[in-house]
């Protein structure tokens, strides 16, 4: 008896760490499955006031090999003599050359917190008629901002990337696109746009894609996260997070906190068609109500081919005729009718217009019908 009851103790203890084990792999299944959907706050969402200004300049690029502006470029002209004379050299417009000189307009994007003496890249694009910036070097260029303030300066060899050899003959081989090239550290910043970040007691998140669902999801995680009750929903696109008093002072470490926190965003669905390239994508979510569907082709064929009838022999009456013959076929493809039940997955409906044995063409054809019919439950955009 004694060794029946330690026997069915045993069994009990086995079913219980059986079961233990079953329910934490389920648990960790169910992570894993949210782990793949989500994403992290920084992905889908930026701080506002926390972002980088473009900036935009004037300049010229010297030191090309004959491949610089013609002569009817007459900005660069002006501006040759004009740089000259600011160097205490005169000389008329008329009297130069500037095929070695290339006008150019440089492009530089100003990071959120850059300080005076940071470096970055700068774009140097042509705007007259050079051939290549290859191997030339922009001359000092004020770079602006939106407000008319020079925020930098840009000097140093043009990298294009690419090449253009021509011959006497006309023949040209080129590769990439050499009238664009990049100053790579070439920009020195002169300004710094005035931004205490630690003298604000809340923050802005703004949403790249406005969502209330997300918006929602993500004031819950920053929440759960933070473990108060700092942030709100405003509206579909923005999220108002009070600074909490234990970051008080060390904002940076609160933004890094929050970036870091990982939500799951919910998308509208959506079905993105591109006729021009019989293209078809379709969300996850997208369903479909019950609906039957027939599709078949019809084709006409039309065959023509000529013959020659000649003359009986010793015939002097008789000519040569060519005479067209001309066959006409209609075929009618089988389109059997297929049913797809109410809210089936994007799955099902693949596996059931698959047998259909439809194109990508026939198919935006009838993903076209199924939104006149109003079976489609998501938004049809085509491109």
């Given at each position: 008896?004694?060794?029946?009851?330690?026997?069915?103790?045993?069994?009990d203890?086995?079913?219980?760490?059986?079961?233990?084990?079953?329910?934490?792999?389920?648990?960790?299944?169910?992570?894993?499955?949210?782990?793949?959907?989500?994403?992290?706050?920084?992905?889908?969402?930026?701080?506002?006031?926390?972002?980088?200004?473009?900036?935009?300049?004037?300049?010229?690029?010297?030191?090309?090999a004959?491949?610089?502006?013609?002569d009817?470029a007459?900005?660069?002209?002006?501006?040759?003599?004009?740089?000259?004379?600011?160097?205490?050299?005169?000389?008329?417009?008329?009297?130069?050359?500037?095929k070695?000189?290339?006008?150019?307009m440089?492009?530089?994007?100003?990071?959120?917190f850059?300080?005076s003496?940071?470096?970055?890249?700068?774009?140097?694009?042509?705007?007259?008629?050079?051939?290549?910036?290859?191997?030339?070097?922009?001359?000092?260029?004020?770079?602006?901002?939106?407000?008319?303030?020079?925020?930098?300066?840009?000097?140093?060899?043009?990298?294009?990337?690419?090449?253009?050899?021509?011959s006497?003959?006309?023949?040209?081989?080129?590769?990439?696109?050499?009238?664009?090239?990049?100053?790579?550290?070439?920009?020195?910043?002169?300004?710094?746009?005035?931004?205490?970040?630690?003298?604000?007691?809340s923050?802005?998140?703004?949403?790249?894609?406005?969502?209330?669902?997300?918006?929602?999801?993500?004031?819950?995680?920053?929440?759960?996260?933070?473990?108060?009750?700092?942030?709100?929903?405003?509206?579909?696109?923005?999220?108002?997070?009070?600074?909490?008093?234990?970051?008080?002072?060390?904002?940076?470490?609160?933004?890094?906190?929050?970036?870091?926190?990982?939500?799951?965003?919910?998308?509208?669905?959506?079905?993105?068609?591109?006729?021009?390239?019989?293209?078809?994508i379709?969300?996850?979510?997208v369903?479909?109500?019950?609906?039957?569907i027939?599709?078949?082709?019809?084709?006409?064929?039309?065959?023509?081919?000529?013959?020659?009838?000649?003359?009986?022999?010793?015939?002097?009456r008789?000519?040569?005729v060519?005479?067209?013959?001309?066959?006409?076929?209609?075929?009618?493809?089988?389109?059997?009718?297929?049913?797809?039940?109410?809210?089936?997955?994007?799955?099902?409906?693949?596996?059931?217009?698959?047998?259909?044995?439809?194109?990508p063409?026939?198919?935006?054809s009838?993903?076209?019908?199924?939104?006149?019919?109003?079976?489609?439950?998501?938004?049809l955009e085509?491109?």
């Amino acid at each position: 008896m004694k060794h029946a009851i330690a026997s069915l103790k045993e069994s009990d203890r086995k079913t219980a760490y059986f079961i233990r084990r079953l329910v934490t792999v389920l648990l960790v299944m169910i992570g894993l499955t949210d782990m793949l959907h989500a994403a992290r706050i920084k992905d889908i969402a930026s701080f506002r006031g926390v972002r980088s200004n473009q900036l935009v300049g004037y300049g010229l690029v010297v030191g090309l090999a004959g491949t610089g502006d013609s002569d009817d470029a007459l900005f660069t002209l002006q501006s040759m003599s004009s740089m000259l004379e600011k160097m205490g050299v005169t000389v008329s417009p008329d009297d130069i050359k500037v095929k070695n000189v290339a006008a150019v307009m440089v492009t530089a994007e100003l990071p959120a917190f850059a300080r005076s003496g940071s470096r970055m890249d700068a774009l140097a694009s042509s705007i007259g008629n050079a051939k290549t910036l290859g191997g030339g070097t922009l001359l000092m260029t004020p770079l602006k901002g939106a407000d008319g303030q020079v925020y930098a300066v840009a000097q140093g060899p043009v990298a294009t990337g690419g090449f253009l050899i021509s011959s006497g003959s006309g023949d040209k081989v080129a590769k990439n696109f050499p009238t664009v090239g990049r100053v790579v550290q070439g920009v020195s910043v002169e300004r710094e746009i005035p931004f205490d970040l630690n003298l604000k007691d809340s923050l802005t998140l703004a949403l790249n894609k406005p969502d209330f669902t997300t918006a929602t999801r993500v004031a819950q995680a920053i929440n759960a996260g933070l473990k108060e009750n700092a942030a709100r929903t405003q509206d579909s696109g923005t999220i108002h997070v009070v600074v909490p008093p234990a970051f008080s002072g060390n904002i940076a470490n609160l933004i890094a906190t929050v970036e870091g926190l990982s939500v799951t965003p919910d998308n509208v669905s959506r079905v993105v068609i591109n006729e021009r390239t019989g293209t078809v994508i379709m969300g996850e979510n997208v369903r479909i109500a019950t609906v039957a569907i027939a599709h078949g082709n019809l084709s006409v064929e039309i065959k023509q081919s000529f013959d020659v009838s000649q003359p009986m022999p010793f015939s002097n009456r008789g000519q040569t005729v060519v005479t067209p013959d001309t066959q006409t076929s209609v075929k009618e493809g089988r389109a059997p009718l297929q049913v797809l039940e109410a809210g089936v997955s994007i799955g099902a409906v693949v596996r059931a217009l698959n047998a259909l044995g439809v194109t990508p063409r026939d198919l935006i054809s009838i993903l076209q019908a199924l939104k006149a019919a109003g079976a489609l439950q998501a938004d049809l955009e085509i491109i």
